[in-house]
């Protein structure tokens, strides 16, 4: 994602949104031989957001791309993410529900991709915020 400033780098100077989405990529399924995600596959997702906003909590709402059929998020959304904090796919967080509050993973999942992805290509991605709104 880039600054107001046009570029992604957090140094001196420079202005982080509220929320920001950093490392997002798919992982691919090893596969002796080829490291591509195949048409029809399931792949999961790996990224951070980070909610650098002090008093509100951010949610996130969906995650959409047109690279993949369906796009599965566990814990069902909305998932919350606290005032300065961050949550990473993959790791524990708190359910968002209020029926569920053990700690379970966060997980996000490609269903039935629908274009193959190479090491280094782009596939566009647009994660939906309460606050910050649609972020691709």
């Known amino acids: 994602q880039q600054n107001s400033g046009g570029s992604t780098n957090r140094g001196s100077g420079s202005h982080t949104e509220a929320t920001s989405v950093e490392n997002a990529f798919i992982v691919p399924n090893h596969v002796a031989g080829a490291c591509a995600i195949q048409v029809g596959d399931t792949a999961v997702m790996s990224f951070t957001i980070t909610n ?3 008093t509100t909590t951010e949610r996130l709402i969906d995650i959409t791309t ?60 647009t994660f939906m915020f309460e606050r910050r709104g649609g972020l691709k």
């Not at 359910?95 to 629908?114: E, G, H, K, Y």
């Open 52 to 54: 650098n906003d002090s």
């Open 66 to 125: 047109p690279a993949a059929a369906s796009v599965l998020l566990q814990p069902r959304p909305p998932v919350n993410i606290p005032p300065g904090s961050s949550i990473a796919a993959g790791q524990p967080i708190s359910s968002s529900s209020a029926t569920d509050a053990r700690t379970s993973p966060f997980s996000v999942t490609l269903q039935n991709v629908t274009q193959t992805a190479r090491p280094g290509t782009t596939v566009e991605v």
